[in-house]
């Protein structure tokens, strides 16, 4: 299915190279374009429908989520915590969870791929994945407590830690001090995009001998943590590489600049999410987000940035995926 898409965006292209216009009553016929009404929901940060995709929060998300709360949070004790949807505590029981906590000083907060956690001073972590739609906000006590807010850390300094979660895919994990972590998945991470060690060597020996997609080979955690849907096809386009193209095809070169890409891409976009704890909070925790930068997700139809060419979508793995088939060619 994206072999034919690629093929469709490819003839509707030719010879329009550079005009960096759509018009033509054929053109606009052909162009895998998503209706209006979708492209303008995918930018509007609200949830439901299909723009749940664009808020679920990769690394650049989870790591400004950690840059906002974690200085706000250090040195803040817990008073009290309220399950009120216990399913969301995966380990130990919801009971626990919330009678183990009372008291304990947060130290600080670390992000690992798409996974937070909270380091007790004691030497407990609470580890939690926001997964589909979860958001975590630091709120005044009196603040109005939203609709599907499951889970409130009563601070110390009259605040709450207010998880809230729509779909209720989020997760919350608590380990004692010393306790090994063989419920969260966060021991089966690959290296993160940060990593000195992440080379175009790593990525081959990983991806090299795969017949799998490039792209779907990026969203697997066990080798690179933190990237998801949006970023992978940015990255892909800041490196020239077609996200249907096999990872077995890829040449050395195009290792070396997936590699250089990677942590560069996330590092801009991490960036780009920067807010203020009083932005934060008016943004209800997601509308933060970086999506004026983004280059070619959420843009299919549209002229490449780079080239002018109009963007493709297509579906790799089941995930929509958009890229430009000029500046990502499929052959090398
Ligand atoms: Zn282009």
Redesign the pocket.
């Known amino acids: 299915m994206g072999e034919k898409a690629d093929l469709s965006c490819r003839r509707q292209n030719r010879g329009k190279k550079h005009t960096g216009t759509a018009g033509g009553r054929t053109e606009k016929r052909n162009i895998p374009e998503l209706p209006e009404t979708e492209r303008k929901k995918k930018h509007t940060g609200t949830a439901g429908g299909r723009t749940e995709e664009r808020n679920m929060p990769e690394l650049p998300e989870v790591e400004s989520i950690r840059r906002v709360l974690e200085p706000q949070l250090r040195g803040l004790a817990v008073r009290h915590v309220t399950a009120k949807r216990p399913e969301i505590i995966a380990h130990p029981g919801a009971e626990e969870f919330c009678g183990r906590l009372a008291g304990q000083t947060v130290d600080h907060m670390e992000r690992r791929g798409k996974f937070l956690t909270l380091c007790l001073a004691g030497g407990d972590r609470v580890i939690l994945h926001l997964r589909m739609t979860g958001r975590l906000l630091l709120t005044p006590a009196d603040y109005p407590v939203e609709k599907h807010t499951h889970l409130i850390f009563q601070l110390d300094d009259g605040r709450e830690l207010r998880f809230c979660d729509t779909r209720r895919f989020g997760r919350f994990w608590l380990l004692r001090a010393g306790e090994a972590d063989t419920c969260s998945g966060m021991d089966r991470l690959g290296m993160e995009p940060e990593d000195a060690r992440l080379s175009a060597e790593y990525l081959r020996s990983a991806f090299g001998k795969r017949k799998k997609a490039v792209k779907e080979c990026l969203l697997d955690q066990s080798v690179i943590a933190g990237i998801g849907n949006i970023y992978s096809d940015e990255i892909l386009f800041a490196a020239h590489i077609c996200p249907t193209r096999p990872a077995g095809s890829l040449t050395e070169e195009e290792w070396e600049r997936l590699a250089a890409e990677i942590p560069e891409r996330l590092r801009f976009f991490t960036e780009k999410n920067a807010v203020t704890p009083e932005e934060y909070l008016k943004g209800r925790g997601q509308e933060y987000r970086n999506t004026p930068f983004l280059q070619v997700y959420g843009h299919a139809g549209s002229p ?1 940035p ?4 109009i963007l493709c979508r297509t579906v790799v793995g089941g995930r929509s995926s958009v890229f ?1 088939p ?2 990502q060619a499929e052959l090398p």
């Not at 780079?306 to 060419?309: A, R």
């Open positions: 490449c780079v080239c002018g060419e430009c000029a500046c």
